[in-house]
């Protein structure tokens, strides 16, 4: 069981920059979960932002994300970061950290494939 609790969303203006946190809690090392971060429109599909691997290599991007956004973790900490630079207003929406529990080497891009998720946190890009 992990519990994971997200933080650091907020109103940016077009190209701004914003770096989302997801802080776990429980007994299980972070190191035993692939992590990923998913966002959600009103009226849209959870869709996958990106991925990182147990140890933090590799790492896995959606195409609208890549070259801006940079996921890392810090296992000691029970963190894992979402850097979001150059932002655009079609990067609003929900933001929500989940963690998947297999032993996959190559992080998925399904939410399906998570097994713990956060409550979200908000991101409003203005243009």
């Known amino acids: 069981q992990v519990q994971l609790v997200e933080s650091g969303g907020g109103l940016v203006q077009a190209g701004g920059s914003l770096r989302l946190s997801c802080e776990a809690s429980?007994?299980?090392?972070?190191?035993?979960?692939?992590m990923g971060w998913f966002r959600q429109a009103p009226g849209k599909e959870r869709d996958f932002v990106a991925a990182i691997s147990r140890s933090g290599l590799p790492t896995r991007y959606a195409d609208s994300v890549k070259g801006r956004f940079t996921i890392s973790r810090d296992n000691a900490k029970k963190t894992v970061y979402l850097q979001m630079n150059s932002l655009n207003p079609e990067d609003t929406a929900a933001y929500y950290c989940a963690a998947d529990r297999s032993t996959n080497i190559v992080p998925s891009t399904r939410s399906g494939e998570y097994d713990y998720w956060g409550q979200g946190t908000q991101v409003t890009v203005s243009s």
């Open positions: 429980g007994r299980t090392p972070l190191s035993n979960y692939v």
